[in-house]
């Protein structure tokens, strides 16, 4: 019985966190996106955020970003200067395909910083990505 439940691989979807300058408050702010690199849209899509260090953590945080086009990417929240010291997952769940498909991304501790940004695909911008 376990071995027919065909559990699906996520490619081409990623998390990334970028640093970018935010007009309405005049400062530069972390911000973590959802990308789809891939050549269909992604539905239902669910992420649960959450930061923890040793006895310390962060709330619970469910964002629901319905669909992300092909090739395009969603802001899922702003990360907080304080927190980039903490571990950060980030749980997505969504559907392509009629399957459900389910990951989880971790930012380590003190990993979301400038000496770790690349190019992303479809943002325009350089960033930290845990694919």
Same mark, same amino acid.
């Given at each position: 019985?376990? /071995?027919? &439940?065909? +559990?699906?691989? @996520?490619?081409? #979807? ?11 408050? =005049? ?10 690199? /891939?050549? &269909?849209? +992604?539905?239902? @899509?669910?992420? #649960? ?11 619970? =945080? ?70």
């Amino acid at each position: 019985m376990k /071995k027919d &439940i065909e +559990i699906p691989v @996520v490619k081409d #979807v990623y998390v990334a966190v970028v640093h970018e300058w935010n007009a309405e408050f =005049l400062s530069q702010d972390w911000n973590a996106y959802l990308i789809n690199d /891939k050549e &269909i849209p +992604i539905e239902g @899509v669910l992420v #649960v955020t959450k930061g923890y260090q040793g006895d310390r953590k962060t709330s619970l =945080l469910r964002h629901g970003l319905g669909t992300v086009a092909a090739k395009s990417a969603a802001k899922i929240e702003v990360i907080q200067e304080e927190l980039l010291a903490f571990t950060n997952e980030f749980t997505v769940t969504f559907f392509a395909e009629g399957k459900l498909y389910d990951k989880k991304y971790i930012f380590r501790k003190h990993s979301i910083n400038e000496n770790a940004m690349q190019e992303l695909p479809v943002l325009d911008q350089r960033g930290v990505l845990v694919k």
